[in-house]
């Protein structure tokens, strides 16, 4: 958000996830700021920032040294929703002096949305295709996730949306209830952590598993690798994942 809301010679420093192409939307502009940080106390103190953005599951005890050396730092929460997001650019907005900039930022957003909707209110009644995310550890996420909100968004039917999810949005899937749900499409891992080639290797397994052969998904060639910099979008760049899901799943209404 920062990254298109302010002159990035404004920015002393960004997280070091901003310069990972497999995970972060904005590798190119986070080029143009001199560091990349992780949370450390005294560098960051050292730069002497005007504001500081962390997010609110930030060690609290990191929080207090950083305030007590005189730096203000606003904890933002994970948007979720696309008002949630639509919310916080335009707080982000008012904090750095830019909120003309939120403001065009949101308009774009409401427009490229808009004209999701536009084309997905031509699928015949009945015809919304249900979508699962299966995880190498076996899971899925489920209502109330950004997930969740960009399946929705995408003219879609989370699979798992009504199962109960655990604490982190998680909804567990054996193989037996993968099987039950079958979903339409399969949406697994662009990215594995701590692993370049994690990602691949999964979908190699997954799709050749002699169970999972049986998935409508996987027999129909609709297990798709999404990739990470999207499916984990809480910022304006969730609705590149919305057309990006819209698209592979109705490709005859985004030519």
Same mark, same amino acid.
């Given at each position: 958000? #920062?990254?298109?809301?302010?002159? &990035?010679?404004?920015?002393?420093? =960004?997280?070091?996830?901003?310069?990972?192409?497999?995970?972060?939307?904005?590798?190119?502009?986070?080029?143009?700021? &001199?560091?990349?940080?992780?949370?450390?106390?005294?560098?960051?103190?050292? @730069?002497? &920032?005007?504001? @500081?953005?962390?997010?609110? *599951?930030t060690?609290?005890?990191?929080?207090?040294?950083?305030? $007590?050396?005189?730096?203000?730092?606003?904890?933002?929460?994970?948007?979720?929703?696309?008002?949630?997001?639509?919310?916080?650019?335009?707080?982000?907005?008012?904090?750095?002096?830019?909120?003309?900039?939120?403001?065009?930022?949101?308009?774009?957003? $409401?427009?490229?949305?808009?004209?999701?909707?536009?084309? @997905?209110?031509?699928?015949?009644?009945?015809?919304r295709?249900?979508?699962?995310?299966?995880? =190498? *550890?076996?899971?899925?996420?489920?209502?109330?996730?950004?997930?969740?909100?960009?399946?929705?968004?995408?003219?879609?039917?989370?699979?798992?949306?009504?199962?109960?999810?655990?604490?982190?949005?998680?909804?567990?899937?054996?193989?037996?209830?993968?099987?039950?749900? $079958?979903?339409d499409?399969?949406? @697994?891992?662009? *990215?594995?952590?701590?692993?370049?080639?994690?990602?691949?290797?999964?979908?190699?397994?997954?799709?050749?598993? &002699?169970?999972?052969?049986?998935?409508?998904?996987?027999?129909?060639g609709?297990?798709?690798?999404?990739?990470?910099?999207?499916?984990?979008?809480t910022?304006?760049?969730?609705? $590149?994942?919305?057309? *990006? #899901?819209?698209?592979?799943?109705?490709p005859?209404?985004f030519?």
């Amino acid at each position: 958000m #920062l990254l298109e809301l302010v002159d &990035p010679a404004r920015l002393v420093a =960004v997280t070091a996830f901003a310069a990972d192409p497999a995970i972060s939307n904005v590798t190119e502009k986070a080029g143009r700021v &001199p560091r990349k940080l992780t949370m450390n106390v005294e560098v960051l103190v050292s @730069l002497k &920032p005007d504001l @500081l953005f962390a997010a609110n *599951w930030t060690e609290a005890d990191k929080v207090k040294q950083l305030r $007590d050396a005189g730096i203000p730092v606003y904890l933002t929460g994970t948007g979720l929703t696309v008002d949630g997001i639509k919310a916080k650019i335009a707080r982000v907005g008012e904090l750095v002096g830019e909120p003309a900039g939120a403001g065009k930022l949101l308009d774009a957003m $409401d427009a490229r949305l808009a004209e999701v909707q536009r084309r @997905l209110a031509k699928l015949p009644a009945g015809r919304r295709l249900s979508v699962v995310d299966y995880t =190498v *550890w076996g899971a899925a996420q489920g209502k109330g996730s950004s997930w969740d909100e960009i399946v929705r968004r995408a003219g879609l039917v989370n699979g798992v949306g009504s199962i109960a999810a655990d604490e982190w949005g998680q909804v567990p899937l054996s193989k037996e209830k993968l099987l039950e749900i $079958d979903p339409d499409i399969l949406i @697994l891992p662009g *990215w594995t952590y701590d692993d370049p080639k994690g990602a691949d290797a999964f979908f190699a397994k997954t799709t050749a598993d &002699p169970v999972l052969k049986a998935l409508k998904a996987v027999k129909e060639g609709r297990a798709y690798r999404m990739p990470e910099s999207l499916k984990t979008a809480t910022s304006q760049y969730l609705v $590149d994942a919305v057309e *990006w #899901l819209a698209g592979t799943a109705y490709p005859e209404l985004f030519k």
